[in-house]
């Protein structure tokens, strides 16, 4: 891996998570709610108390509702509007996509939330991954000036999606950077790195922390579940295996 050290963004749906990333060696944190969902966007204050918090850049996920990527006007207006505000709280990017009904991106959806976003970096989420033609969808990502590619390569992990994934990395060309996510851990990530050649890596490191509650309700104990929580220590692991990989990359005669 030449160049920029390679990084790790962790995908955090709390403040508790963005911290707890930023704890483990993350280099960036993509913050956004409903991870069940595949994500939505944070609320207002979520956004602000992370930014304070924060010392490493803040994403923001930028996506209305579950489902899939077919958005209607009332919906991209919510989208602006809360990048507007992801701008006005200083956030250092946003993380969207918009498609349309033949699986294709669709640049007059997506182009005035890229406008709005003005100084801030764009990524453009997994609704790549539900596209009818990745190849074609890369050149119009770049068209519209997103700096960034989150992408399993059409697969349900990374993993299963690295042939693909290091062919949009080829065909990109450093244009933008290409980002594999779903289904990253400490225990793939180094073989995951070397079959994509990428050098930057998207992952939620969750684990499901029990409930505090002593007071449990009979019938209904699916409502103290716990949260899902990033984890510190397994951030912590897959940085370290970026860290190993650089050196090791660092150190190989040329």
């Known amino acids: 891996m030449a160049g920029a050290p390679p990084l790790l963004e962790v995908a955090a749906n709390s403040v508790a998570s963005a911290l707890a990333a930023q704890e483990g060696g993350a280099g960036r944190v993509e913050l956004c709610a409903a991870l069940e969902l595949g994500g939505v966007t944070p609320s207002y204050a979520e956004i602000a108390t992370a930014r304070d918090k924060l010392a490493i850049p803040l994403y923001v996920l930028v996506r209305p509702r579950g489902g899939d990527f077919l958005y209607n006007d009332f919906e991209c207006e919510v989208m602006l509007r809360d990048i507007e505000t992801c701008v006005a709280l200083g956030c250092e990017g946003v993380v969207l996509g918009v498609l349309d009904a033949q699986g294709r991106v669709d640049p007059a959806r997506c182009r005035p939330l890229v406008a709005a976003a003005g100084p801030l970096g764009v990524t453009f989420h997994r609704a790549f991954d539900m596209v009818h033609d990745q190849a074609q969808a890369l050149e119009a990502v770049v068209a519209l000036g997103c700096e960034r590619v989150l992408t399993s390569g ?96 660092g150190t190989r005669p040329p």
Do not use: C, Y
């Open 154 to 249: 059409a697969q349900a992990s990374a993993v299963d999606g690295a042939e693909r994934i290091r062919a949009l990395l080829a065909q990109a060309a450093g244009r933008v950077t290409i980002m594999p996510g779903a289904g990253v851990h400490a225990r793939n990530l180094a073989a995951l790195a070397r079959a994509t050649g990428a050098n930057e890596f998207h992952a939620s490191a969750k684990q499901q922390l029990p409930s505090q509650m002593r007071h449990r309700q009979p019938g209904l104990e699916d409502m103290a579940t716990g949260e899902w929580r990033s984890d510190a220590a397994e951030v912590r692991a897959m940085v370290m295996v970026l860290q190993s990989l650089a050196t090791d990359a």
